[in-house]
């Protein structure tokens, strides 16, 4: 049974726009930071973008920051990540991490969703 399932990949030009969504089975996302990552082919896994458990913090690394935007839906137990402005560099699979805030070890990982931005 997969536990956290991303799901919005696709093919598309430079310069469109995507929502990607994780959404969790079994278990609230209500405790839980949730970090998505990306892994272009031949390069490390890449932490972009999280949210924290409290107070909805938000985190992005350079390369996104001003073109995505991580939202978490506590009730609808369901994290987007809205990326706009989408370059050829952002082709990857996008993998979401959650991670309990107040049990050292108890995290989920899908198993990603891939997306190619091509002309």
């Known amino acids: 049974q997969r536990h956290l399932v991303e799901s919005g990949g696709c093919l598309l030009q430079p310069g469109g726009s995507l929502t990607l969504s994780c959404a969790a089975s079994?278990?609230?996302?209500?405790?839980?930071?949730i970090t998505w990552y990306r892994q272009a082919p031949g390069n490390e896994r890449e932490l972009f973008a999280a949210?924290?458990?409290?107070?909805?913090?938000?985190n992005y690394a350079d390369s996104v920051e001003g073109r995505f935007t991580i939202s978490k839906d506590n009730a609808g137990n369901t994290v987007s990540l809205q990326m706009n402005s989408l370059l050829p560099e952002d082709t990857a699979v996008y993998y979401c991490n959650a991670a309990n805030s107040y049990i050292y070890g108890m995290e989920y990982w899908g198993k990603g969703t891939l997306v190619t931005v091509s002309s």
């Open positions: 949210i924290t458990a409290v107070g909805g913090i938000t």
């Open positions: 079994v278990f609230s996302f209500f405790d839980y930071a």
